[in-house]
């Protein structure tokens, strides 16, 4: 059974940095195929990918979030942490990870955590 | 960036209806089209890839088509289950983009 679950803190102040962490079961990022992503969901808004991380290390960023965004992995903990500089209340979401696997599902997400809310506010 | 809009933005039908949701690419995407269906407080569930490949699990009652820049989402007799909020993603090209997402409410 694949699961996903995000960590991370409920509140940030502006300009400070966001960490969260995905910590997976069920697959392995070292496996051929596998990848992460995280996708942010503003309230009662619609859903904005942010970036993805492939078994090979490879990298990929939302064009607009790049410069802020940073995504990493730990294979050996089946974790898949985010970054994101210079957070702004804009920047309030629920923040979700989610599973790709390249060899059946090429680039959609067919499994999701159960998001963590990240609130902006001094 | 492409952009993926989808209409209409909520539609109320009963128990048994057939409801039709459409997305529109800002510009050729072949078949790289999914459709995810989310309930208030949960995540997403994937239930269309490639534009017409049901995912496993998910009910034959929905269906997608379409291809190039304008695709579909047909949830025929609509459950009760089935009273969420559908989005449209594409996999064409970097960066990945959703629609807006099209409520489906209970008449």
């Known amino acids: 059974q694949v699961t996903l679950r995000e960590s991370g803190p409920a509140l940030v102040k502006p300009t400070q940095t966001l960490t969260l962490t995905c910590t997976f079961s069920?697959?392995?990022?070292?496996?051929?195929?596998?990848?992460v992503s995280w996708i942010r969901q503003p309230p009662g808004k619609a859903l904005e990918w942010l970036a993805r991380i492939d078994w090979d290390d490879d990298k990929y960023y939302s064009t607009s979030l790049k410069t802020r965004l940073t995504i990493s992995k730990d294979t050996s903990k089946n974790q898949v942490v985010l970054t994101m500089t210079n957070m702004d209340p804009v920047d309030t979401a629920t923040y979700y990870c989610?599973?790709?696997?390249?060899?059946?599902?090429?680039?959609?997400?067919?499994?999701w955590g159960q998001g963590t809310l990240v609130t902006v506010s001094s | 960036d492409i952009q993926m809009t989808q209409s209409p933005s909520s539609v109320s039908a009963s128990v048994g209806d057939t409801v039709t949701i459409t997305c529109r690419a800002s510009q050729d995407i072949s078949s790289w089209l999914g459709w995810y269906q989310q309930k208030p407080g949960k995540a997403p569930k994937l239930l269309i890839y490639?534009?017409?490949s049901l995912q496993s699990g998910v009910p034959s009652r929905f269906s997608g088509s379409g291809s190039g820049t304008d695709f579909t989402l047909t949830i025929s007799s609509l459950q009760p289950e089935d009273f969420a909020t559908y989005f449209c993603?594409?996999?064409?090209?970097?960066?990945?983009?959703f629609g807006q997402g099209t409520k489906v409410e209970i008449k």
């Open positions: 490639a534009a017409s």
């Open positions: 989610a599973r790709i696997q390249t060899t059946t599902t090429p680039r959609y997400f067919d499994s």
């Open positions: 069920g697959f392995s990022l070292s496996t051929n195929g596998m990848c």
């Open positions: 993603q594409q996999a064409d090209s970097f960066p990945w983009t």
